[in-house]
């Protein structure tokens, strides 16, 4: 079992989407990340803050999965990092409604002494001068640093990020946002040009339509899983990555392999999360519902062709 | 080996992409899914129509590769159906700029005598009344039936479409005309919609992102091969029809499991298609180009958990 550490924002959320309102709820990118990542790990530390406003039976909420939350600071003076959202019908497009960064301003995070030695080590979108003195209160190299980031910090903290491409082993970004990075249109020039920064692996979330991993052997698609009806994208990513990065935790040795198949994982945390408005499926699923679905998942990407052309190459 | 009859357009297409500009070339959906089919079978007839003014060098493009012309009419007083297009940086969104219609107007299809008896019937974009009286002429019910449409024709023609879909075994469309058709804005609800209207399979086209196949046993998720860069969408659709079509023509026995190979197909001949203006790439490519293209995609979707769940259900 591996060490997860995970940075990352934990909020309130408020959205409204073509299914309805979700009221002002438990959100945020390490709240996702490690609410997913928790059902295939106990190891696991979040870094994150939140304000005086944060309620207790939230607190719980972590402590229940057994998550470590010494790396939550609690700020005494600042509220919690607050985001309102309003989803179109199409729900790839959203706007923002109000933000309020209220305690992550100036946000100066320590990792606990017990997880300095992490092996596997999420960056969940922050500004990335964060996740900078994140990786660098480590005291070794993790195994995979992976990445996730956004728009906003390569229009206004682009030396920063790239400085902590050059640490990151994998990075998770959606479309629009390795275009942005890298000022290429065609998905593969832009993963070329992110390789040159740094990272080994990339990542190319493509919401309801699935994500691609690269990888120097090749390229694998994994496609969404088909959720009979959405109610909330918000926090799909998160709960992708800590899909990801929980099958990983299980394994001594990350092979390319094993990062396909924890996409499928990434993929089907993720369709629950859909399911549902904030955590709200997060904190109803259990592990049956969870290998139930990874199963019809594998049937539903599976024909002939892939077994006739193995027997092929073994003859 | 089966026969397959090809009901569509035999059009001039002028489109202008981010990538450049195509001339004034040979199209029309026919053309796209015969081209296409053409590589997997020698027994496929075309019905169709062109103007005085369609060249015998682009009819000689069909012969040479084994594609029967009987039923393609050639107006002595019209011209060729010519539509003129521009596709946006998204090249999921085109408009269209000219279509002129022509020989296409009231045009009476006839389906020769050696393909009455057509195996496996696709019944391209057209008017849905053109496409019923290509079904009325056949002597035997084929073993499959493939419809493609598009909103105009919903918007136009419903009743008659309505008609036509009762005779369809897979129905072909993408994501918006899955939804206009039925008015259900998620895909699963539309697709139980489109069981109701006749049809047992349906496959839900996402462009970029691949394509869905839903069946009774199941749905099947198939991605798009990721090209390099995309020069041309135009007629990717029908292309993947035609490789659709020419893999079960091969197949005594129509599984779902050669429908899923068949997709994989289709997406296949779909990745070469875009990377040149308009047919450019369906007439470069060989035999063996789409082997290795085939080899690599199956690649792409394979995954460990794939097998490792086999193994454990054959236990």
Not at 99 to 113: I, R, W
Not at 183 to 201: L, Q, R, T, W
Not at 230 to 256: K, W
Not at 280 to 307: A, S
């Amino acid at each position: 079992m591996k060490k997860i550490l995970i940075a990352g924002t934990v909020a309130f959320d408020e959205v409204t989407t073509p299914m309805g309102y979700s009221g002002k709820r438990l959100g945020g990118s390490a709240t996702y990340l490690s609410f997913a990542a928790s059902f295939f790990s106990e190891q696991i530390g979040i870094v994150s803050v939140v304000g005086n406003d944060f309620p207790e039976t939230y607190l719980d909420k972590f402590r229940d999965r057994h998550i470590d939350i010494r790396g939550l600071e609690i700020s005494a003076d600042e509220k919690t990092f607050y985001w309102k959202g309003y989803y179109y019908e199409n729900m790839n497009k959203r706007d923002t409604l109000v933000t309020q960064v209220n305690a992550l301003e100036g946000f100066n995070p320590v990792v606990p002494e017990n997880f300095r030695d992490a092996d596997l080590v999420v960056l969940g979108n922050l500004h990335p001068a964060v996740q900078m003195m994140v990786l660098d209160q480590l005291t070794r190299k993790p195994e995979l640093v992976i990445l996730d980031t956004m728009n906003f910090w390569m229009e206004n903290s682009l030396p920063e990020l790239k400085q902590v491409l050059k640490k990151a082993d994998v990075l998770m970004v959606n479309e629009e946002e390795i275009r942005q990075l890298t000022g290429e249109y065609f998905i593969a020039d832009a993963v070329k040009s992110v390789y040159a920064m740094g990272p080994e692996y990339v990542i190319v979330k493509q919401g309801e339509y699935g994500s691609l991993l690269f990888t120097p052997e090749g390229m694998f698609s994994a496609p969404a899983y088909p959720v009979e009806k959405v109610y909330d994208p918000t926090g799909a990513g998160d709960t992708f990555a800590g899909g990801f990065v929980g099958h990983l935790s299980r394994y001594e040795n990350i092979s390319v392999g094993e990062m396909k198949n924890a996409m499928i994982c990434g993929a089907g945390m993720a369709s629950f999360n859909v399911e549902g408005f904030g955590t709200e499926r997060l904190e109803q699923i259990t592990l049956d519902d969870i290998f139930y679905r990874i199963r019809n998942f594998v049937e539903m990407t599976r024909f002939p062709m892939q077994e006739e052309m193995k027997l092929k190459d073994e003859r």
